[in-house]
């Protein structure tokens, strides 16, 4: 059988709708604090339109041949907290010096993909910690959905009762049963918000890097460090919690090759998404795993699709209410959110420390040296269960004296 005749057969509407829904997410929400970003860098019309076609550009070639190549629904997405990180650092910089530190930020993670050196450190992570990630950075979107009841009843009403109508008797179509009720019910209520396209239908527009070592060491620098510790490490980690066992230096480093390729057009970076990535590696996508890289394709054309016609589409996503988008991504989370509790807290009373304090960390938001509380989540229940290690034991062997160890 062909490739081509079996990505067709793995073909479901579920997957379909779970890779639709995470670029959906991503352009109808953290999308903002990229333009944000843009505005920050001082850019006119064209350059705008620029950065937005690169980074749309780059998610959807990296999601779909990485998702074709792995057979795993890999998910990319824009650096969000690289975005944020810029609008405050841009100011007193030319965007060529700019281009020029997105340049080196992703050769960097390129370099460190390739060698292996990430994926070796997180391969040692126990998986209860992995699973307590997940499940901390996928559980606040979902308790915050609750707040969609008070300013939009009908629309979070509707979403949330045609998804558990359609799980009691069409499961695997409930997120879809979802999205048409909360898109109907948002048109039904004119809920939809007037947002003029801001972006001409433009291509790219390449800016010549130039390389200072003042935006060197403020934006290169942090911006490697963000991208890698708060969305490349969550990324990595959510696939292994879902039981995949991804080629870390193939993802990391192909994804970082395609965003320096794509930075003089004005590309930040692009990484592993974390969030939108958990709508398609779940259950809801598809019950069966091996066909979950479907949703990887179309969140991939999705993005090829946005990044083609620029901001009439990227409007369209944005007229979307905040409530309908947060109840949506509430129900998709729903079962990967429970598949990752399971996991947190199924081993023993050091595992489940360790992975209670992962989970408290992650939810917490906190942020330090400007690196999100998923990073710190893993590293503090990684250090709770190295410190909980129970030591071993030695005796005393032989004439000589000589303590030898004795494991167990």
Same mark, same amino acid.
């Given at each position: 059988?062909?490739?081509?005749?079996?990505?067709?057969?793995?073909?479901?509407?579920?997957?379909?709708?779970?890779?639709?829904?995470?670029?959906?997410?991503?352009?109808?929400?953290?999308?903002?604090?990229?333009?944000?970003?843009?505005?920050?860098?001082?850019?006119?019309?064209?350059?705008?339109?620029?950065?937005?076609?690169?980074?749309?550009?780059?998610?959807?070639?990296?999601?779909?041949?990485?998702?074709?190549?792995?057979?795993?629904?890999?998910?990319?997405?824009?650096?969000?907290?690289?975005?944020?990180?810029?609008?405050?650092?841009?100011?007193?910089?030319?965007? !060529?010096?700019?281009?020029?530190?997105?340049?080196?930020?992703?050769? !960097?993670? !390129?370099?460190?993909?390739?060698?292996?050196?990430?994926?070796?450190?997180?391969?040692?992570?126990?998986?209860?910690?992995?699973?307590?990630?997940?499940?901390?950075?996928?559980?606040?979107? /979902?308790?915050?959905?609750?707040?969609?009841?008070?300013?939009?009843?009908?629309?979070?009403?509707?979403?949330?009762?045609?998804?558990?109508?359609?799980?009691?008797?069409?499961?695997? @179509?409930?997120?879809?049963?979802?999205?048409?009720?909360?898109?109907?019910?948002?048109?039904?209520?004119?809920?939809?918000?007037?947002?003029?396209?801001?972006?001409?239908?433009?291509?790219?527009?390449?800016?010549?890097?130039?390389?200072?070592?003042?935006?060197?060491?403020?934006?290169?620098?942090?911006?490697?460090?963000?991208?890698?510790?708060?969305?490349?490490?969550?990324?990595?980690?959510?696939?292994?919690?879902?039981? @995949?066992?991804?080629?870390?230096?193939?993802? /990391?480093?192909?994804?970082?090759?395609?965003?320096?390729?794509?930075?003089?057009?004005?590309?930040?970076?692009?990484?592993?998404?974390?969030?939108? !990535?958990?709508?398609?590696?779940?259950?809801?996508?598809?019950?069966?795993?091996?066909?979950?890289?479907?949703?990887?394709?179309?969140?991939?054309?999705? @993005?090829?699709?946005?990044?083609?016609?620029?901001?009439?589409?990227?409007?369209?996503?944005?007229?979307?209410?905040?409530?309908?988008?947060? /109840?949506?991504?509430?129900?998709?989370?729903?079962?990967?959110?429970?598949?990752?509790?399971?996991?947190?807290?199924?081993?023993?009373?050091?595992?489940?420390?360790?992975?209670?304090?992962?989970?408290?960390?992650?939810?917490?938001? /906190?942020?330090?040296?400007?690196?999100?509380?998923?990073?710190?989540?893993?590293?503090?229940?990684?250090?709770? @269960?190295?410190?909980?290690?129970?030591?071993?034991?030695?005796?005393?062997?032989?004439?000589?004296?000589?303590?030898?160890?004795?494991?167990?």
């Amino acid at each position: 059988m062909s490739r081509a005749s079996s990505v067709l057969r793995d073909v479901s509407v579920s997957a379909v709708v779970a890779g639709f829904l995470s670029a959906l997410i991503n352009f109808a929400g953290p999308f903002l604090i990229v333009l944000e970003a843009t505005r920050a860098a001082g850019l006119n019309e064209a350059q705008t339109a620029s950065w937005v076609w690169a980074v749309s550009i780059g998610n959807g070639v990296c999601s779909i041949a990485l998702s074709l190549f792995t057979r795993i629904p890999v998910i990319v997405a824009w650096s969000t907290p690289g975005a944020a990180l810029l609008i405050a650092s841009l100011g007193g910089f030319s965007f !060529a010096e700019a281009v020029g530190a997105f340049l080196v930020a992703s050769v !960097a993670a !390129a370099v460190v993909g390739y060698t292996g050196w990430f994926g070796w450190i997180l391969a040692r992570v126990p998986g209860p910690v992995l699973q307590a990630l997940l499940a901390g950075i996928l559980l606040p979107f /979902v308790v915050t959905a609750a707040g969609a009841f008070t300013s939009a009843p009908l629309i979070a009403g509707s979403i949330v009762v045609a998804f558990f109508l359609g799980k009691r008797f069409f499961d695997r @179509y409930a997120v879809l049963a979802g999205l048409v009720a909360g898109i109907a019910v948002t048109w039904a209520t004119g809920s939809f918000r007037e947002v003029a396209p801001s972006l001409e239908l433009g291509g790219p527009v390449f800016t010549m890097p130039a390389f200072t070592p003042a935006a060197l060491v403020s934006i290169a620098l942090p911006l490697f460090i963000v991208t890698m510790a708060s969305q490349n490490a969550p990324g990595l980690a959510l696939l292994h919690s879902q039981g @995949y066992e991804p080629n870390d230096r193939l993802v /990391v480093g192909a994804i970082s090759t395609v965003s320096a390729v794509l930075a003089p057009f004005g590309c930040h970076g692009i990484n592993l998404g974390a969030i939108t !990535a958990a709508i398609a590696l779940g259950p809801e996508s598809h019950p069966d795993r091996a066909k979950r890289y479907i949703a990887g394709l179309s969140g991939g054309l999705t @993005y090829l699709l946005v990044g083609s016609f620029g901001g009439v589409l990227v409007a369209g996503f944005q007229a979307i209410p905040t409530e309908t988008v947060s /109840v949506l991504a509430a129900v998709a989370l729903l079962g990967s959110a429970l598949t990752a509790l399971e996991g947190a807290m199924g081993g023993d009373a050091r595992t489940g420390i360790a992975a209670l304090t992962t989970l408290a960390v992650t939810m917490s938001g /906190v942020v330090f040296f400007g690196v999100g509380a998923a990073f710190w989540g893993l590293v503090a229940g990684s250090a709770v @269960y190295l410190l909980l290690a129970p030591r071993r034991p030695r005796t005393r062997t032989g004439e000589s004296g000589k303590e030898n160890a004795v494991i167990t």
